[in-house]
């Protein structure tokens, strides 16, 4: 099945300044999450091609190239699980390279391997984690340096040569008609150099795979699908190449009391008929795990919103929180015992509908109006 535009992914168009793909991305992620569509594959798929779709028109350099040459420029991209991102690969990359230089600077130079791959790992976290912040380790499966060779590929003792077919420049040349064409050496790999007794060890890659763990520092009042760079902590390149960067994507999971709305909270609260008619106090937990009191009047109502200011979320990189907000919803008792109902009954009685219960007067009245003017 052919592959979805990335700017129709996204929802966006190609003129879609970085601004609005981040407002795009974070809409549609949010939306088709894993954690609020449990058990939804389409939606999980979904999620996974926003990522992607995100991951490479947010990049100047990606972005040119996928609106110059469309998919075609990433077949090759690798990927993964604690996954790498993938990057340009075969004629592609070389046609980039000539045209761009090495990934936007000078053309790369013989002997300089590209650097690892970057790596994305998904990190769920508790909304209280996220309120206060947190410290913990993750484990990555990468590649690593292969300590035997000191990520040479070589083996101990000996040290690669210089490539007989480029003569250590990483490039040949052949000419066809007008043209002189260059290329990526065939033989080196553009590395300009070539092992001819590889490691036992990594077996002249210069890198073996290998579980690490890492320390994470989670800020306080981080955000669903916030990413955290790791500099370094990717996969290390080929033949002693810098490794990539690690990208710790944040996501929170659902909480049995509380909503998170940006900064604020929102919390449903029973509150019992007597307290709702006559008023009172209730004692509400909050998301720093306290409590708090708060005042209901005489005759709240289901729906009535209390506002308790400065009771939300942490907010990121900044002293503030946001607000509470408790929603309440007027609980009708059950299970009465004779002398309840028969306190209710003569409650109803003694009242005036017209004072005690003017919604539900007004909207009768209402209905009879319209029933009557069927009639006329």
Known sequence: MAKQDFYETLGVGKSASVDDLKRAYRKLAMQYHPDRNAGDKSAEQKFKDINE?????????????????????????????ASGFGGFSGGFADIFEEMFGAMGGARRDAGMARSGSDLRYNLEISLEDAFKGKQTTVRVNTFARCEPCHGSGAEPGSSPTGCRTCHGHGRVRAQQGFFTIERTCPTCQGAGTVIEKPCRSCGGQGRVRREKTLSVSIPPGVEDGTRIRLAGEGEVGLHGAPPGDLYIFIAIAQHAIFQRDGANIYCRVPIPFTTAALGGTIEVPTVDGTRTKVTVTAGTQSGHRFRLKGKGMTVLRSPLRGDMYVNAVVETPVNLTKRQQELLREFEREGDEHKTNPETAGFFARVKEFFEDLRD
Do not use: T
């Open 53 to 81: 779709a995100y991951d490479i028109l947010k990049d100047d350099q990606k972005r040119a190239a996928y609106d110059r040459f469309g998919h075609a420029a990433f077949e090759n991209g690798s990927g993964g699980g």
